[in-house]
């Protein structure tokens, strides 16, 4: 059947939302706890490939690339030469620059680089590494089913047995792809249907388990003296793995989204722009923080800091969070027609207003509950 999923596309609107929430409130670790954003997106990302490698496998990857990359090019051909301007001291070569075309690992940036947000590329690599490894994760799941689920994890495991084989920068490479390469399998699960004949106490029974063993782990191992799952390289993958296995196993039916034409309408429009607001939101946040000084909002932080002073000047941070989504919102305007372009479209200032509904795709409907 043709048209989009729209319980995906309301999972990664919430997805993103909740990634510029946190980066705005880094202090509020519900925000993490409470949906776990980057396993949903590379699970939706994992199912979404299946079904385009089960097709054409070699015209699926370049489709897929051909409407990440552009976006991350232009974010490249501005921050570069900002990079170059504000002083790059201890610049790479221009060999190493070559990420910011081709983003297999983090592309270099100077301190200011990384306080305009090049440092969320992370997932960008990730993605592309896991977008060329589709079509054999595809035949791997085809054959071993369960294995090849937990496989990614296992070689996570293995990764930090052996770490010191490894430089600094291909160990957060590999460390990446292992950590959300078990989310992309499970998103082909979800694809095959092999999820929506899982018994629902089955699959009740590993998210409680999953979930309850991190956070109990993560309880007995605090960092910095708090309670910090998403910390924890090993726990948090766990915790992530429980709440992704329920929201992929039930597709509620979404058609109530669309007849509310300003949520179906924004929910398209965060879809539309998905890349340039993730790859633009720490930008918009860091200005928007800058702006806000006057109101006691404390001093722009470093990228991955959190609001400063959030819990004692939340009237401030919310004032923050207002203009920093104005903010974004002129990025998605002067930047996300490069997505258009990407997908084949014709460029437009914002896809906010549809002339008609998306088609609504089903879940495969489970045999057993």
Do not use: K
């Amino acid at each position: 059947m043709s048209g989009r999923d729209r319980y995906f596309d309301f999972l990664r609107a919430l997805a993103l939302i909740r990634v510029v929430l946190h980066h705005s409130f880094m202090s509020v670790v519900a925000l993490q706890l409470a949906f776990p954003a980057m396993g949903v997106m590379f699970a939706l990302g994992g199912s979404l490939m299946a079904r385009s490698v089960d097709r054409d496998a070699g015209r699926a990857v370049r489709n897929r690339l051909r409407r990440l990359l552009p976006a991350v090019w232009l974010m490249g051909l501005i921050l570069v030469p900002l990079m170059f301007y504000r002083g790059w001291p201890d610049r790479p070569g221009w060999s190493s620059l070559l990420l910011w075309a081709v983003p297999v690992g983090l592309p270099p940036a100077s301190e200011f680089g990384e306080h305009l947000g090049a440092g969320v590329l992370w997932y960008i690599y990730t993605y592309v590494w896991l977008v060329l490894l589709s079509p054999w994760l595809l035949r791997l799941y085809r054959l071993w089913n369960l294995p090849a689920v937990l496989l990614p994890f296992v070689c996570l495991l293995l990764l930090f047995g052996y770490q010191g084989i490894f430089s600094v920068e291909v160990f957060w490479v590999l460390q990446n792809i292992f950590t959300y390469g078990t989310f992309w399998v499970l998103g082909i699960a979800h694809r095959e249907g092999d999820l929506a004949r899982l018994r629902a106490p089955v699959v009740l029974g590993v998210a409680v388990a999953c979930v309850a063993g991190a956070s109990a782990w993560a309880w007995r191992h605090p960092v910095d003296g708090e309670f910090a799952p998403h910390a924890l390289p090993i726990a948090w993958p766990v915790y992530m793995f429980g709440f992704v296995l329920v929201l992929l196993r039930w597709a509620p039916p979404m058609g109530w989204m669309d007849r509310l034409r300003p949520v179906g309408g924004f929910v398209s429009l965060v879809n539309n722009r998905a890349v340039t607001i993730y790859l633009w939101h720490v930008a918009a946040l860091v200005v928007a923080v800058h702006l806000c000084e006057p109101l006691g909002a404390g001093s722009a932080p470093a990228w991955g800091a959190p609001w400063p002073g959030v819990s004692s000047h939340w009237p401030a941070a919310l004032a923050g969070l207002a203009v920093m989504s104005a903010l974004l919102g002129v990025a998605v305007l002067a930047f996300g027609w490069v997505e258009d372009l990407a997908a084949r479209r014709r460029p437009r200032l914002s896809p906010f207003v549809s002339r008609r509904p998306p088609a609504v795709v089903p879940a495969p409907s489970p045999v057993s509950t």
